[in-house]
């Protein structure tokens, strides 16, 4: 058993957080919602009075229940829920949005984008 005194620092990782919502910034693409995945990373204090400092799965219900149904660009998806784990749990986060088949010429596979505070 750890001794209780003992400071654990570290970094929580949660790769393909799966959400479904409408995100383009063309008309067409905003017709049907999409999967798109968010990449999270969380460093600070791994435990907090003997317990997670993070519960991760009310990290992925958060951003399942608080993000918007629709967005233009996965800048400001990134953005808003980066706000949301800041919010809900202090440290240092950084976010990843992976947008599968975006509507370009030669086709793209994905494209991402990733923020940090």
Not at 52 to 81: G, Q, T, W
Not at 89 to 104: A, D
């Amino acid at each position: 058993m750890a001794e209780k005194i003992r400071r654990l620092t570290g970094t929580l990782f949660l790769e393909g957080v799966s959400l479904t919502l409408r995100l383009g910034a063309m008309p067409f693409e905003r017709i049907d919602p999409r999967k798109v995945s968010l990449d999270l990373s969380w460093s600070g204090d791994l435990l907090c009075s003997g317990i997670p400092a993070v519960d991760y799965s009310v990290v992925c219900s958060s951003l399942k229940s608080e993000l918007e149904p629709e967005y233009l660009y996965i800048e400001e998806l990134a953005l808003d829920a980066l706000v949301i784990l800041e919010n809900g749990w202090p440290g240092k986060w950084k976010v990843t949005v992976h947008k599968y088949h975006p509507p370009t010429d030669p086709p793209v596979g994905k494209a991402s984008v990733t923020i940090e505070n």
